[in-house]
């Protein structure tokens, strides 16, 4: 079970992070006009809550 959490928690610092780019790349884009639909820094920060939440969980369980 502490596995697969551990897992979790890698699997959401691998959206932070892809949910980070996307931001960068929205903040840069040449044609401002252009309007994104993604909410990347709502991604980014439930990302980042999950994987709090599944580490809380995954170093209780030992």
Same mark, same amino acid.
């Not at 309007?35 to 969980?57: D, E, K, N, R, T």
């Given at each position: 079970?502490?596995?697969? $959490? !551990?897992?979790?928690?890698?699997? /959401? $610092?691998?959206?932070?992070?892809? @949910?980070?780019?996307?931001?960068?790349?929205?903040?840069?884009? @040449?044609?401002?006009?252009?309007?994104?639909?993604?909410? !990347?820094?709502?991604?980014?920060?439930?990302?980042?809550?999950? /994987?709090?939440? $599944? /580490?809380?969980? @995954?170093?209780?369980?030992?």
């Amino acid at each position: 079970m502490q596995q697969e $959490l !551990w897992t979790s928690v890698g699997v /959401a $610092l691998l959206v932070v992070l892809i @949910a980070g780019l996307g931001e960068r790349r929205r903040k840069r884009r @040449a044609d401002m006009d252009r309007i994104g639909l993604m909410p !990347w820094p709502l991604v980014q920060v439930l990302a980042i809550l999950m /994987a709090l939440v $599944l /580490a809380s969980v @995954a170093l209780n369980l030992r």
